[in-house]
């Protein structure tokens, strides 16, 4: 990205923070919750499925009530909200941010997670004032691997950052997937390799190590 002015996204879980919570737990939870309000088939193989597209295929199907839908949120929360607890930073991450700042980048974050459980995370790891914004999925119009939140951050900062000159960071086919279908290279933080190629997500690099960032700049 050579011109001056820079956009990079982050993913928070995994990519900014080393958070405890369980996906694959949640992601079953909400899937049994589903089957056996009677809004999800129970033949259907919900593996293969992010805990938000079981959610959207509730909804596009009109099976699903607001009132089941908040319900579901709640379940959601009480899973972030225990593996928030003790977030660490990932190695590096501090010292990085500090030197994409002085490059004169403008850094987001674009998380699944709650809105205030991302602040909240965020202010006590002291890495909250990097930021310009945080957007949770309260300030999206549909979850990641939908592109709609990364669509909304370029939308909103098109006049100090061209469409061009976008980097998505994180650890998920689900970022690289909103990534693409945003027309902005994605960066995979360690993650799984084999999980970008099952779901045809094209990728700038794969880093180990938080640093390296600065090398794709």
Not at 23 to 48: N, R
Not at 97 to 107: E, G, N
Not at 180 to 208: C, M, W
Request: net charge negative.
């Amino acid at each position: 990205m050579n011109e001056r002015q820079k956009g990079i996204i982050f993913d928070l879980d995994n990519t900014l923070l080393h958070s405890h919570i369980d996906f694959s737990g949640m992601k079953k939870t909400v899937a049994q919750w589903l089957m056996d309000q009677g809004v999800l088939d129970s033949t259907q193989d919900s593996s293969i499925y992010t805990t938000s597209q079981l959610i959207n295929q509730a909804k596009a199907c009109g099976h699903l009530s607001l009132e089941q839908e908040n319900n579901i949120w709640q379940l959601i929360g009480k899973f972030e909200e225990d593996g928030m607890q003790g977030a660490t930073l990932e190695d590096g991450v501090k010292d990085t941010l500090a030197q994409l700042k002085s490059q004169d980048c403008s850094l987001f974050v674009l998380t699944n997670n709650a809105y205030q459980a991302a602040i909240t995370a965020l202010q006590e790891t002291g890495i909250h004032s990097y930021f310009r914004k945080v957007y949770g999925r309260e300030q999206v119009p549909a979850l990641k691997p939908s592109p709609s939140g990364i669509q909304r951050i370029i939308r909103e900062h098109h006049p100090i950052i061209s469409q061009n000159n976008w980097l998505m960071i994180g650890d998920s086919w689900i970022d690289g997937k909103a990534a693409h279908h945003s027309g902005i290279p994605f960066l995979l933080y360690n993650g799984r390799e084999s999980d970008l190629k099952v779901h045809q997500v094209p990728t700038k690099a794969h880093i180990k190590h938080f640093q390296d960032i600065i090398k794709y700049i």
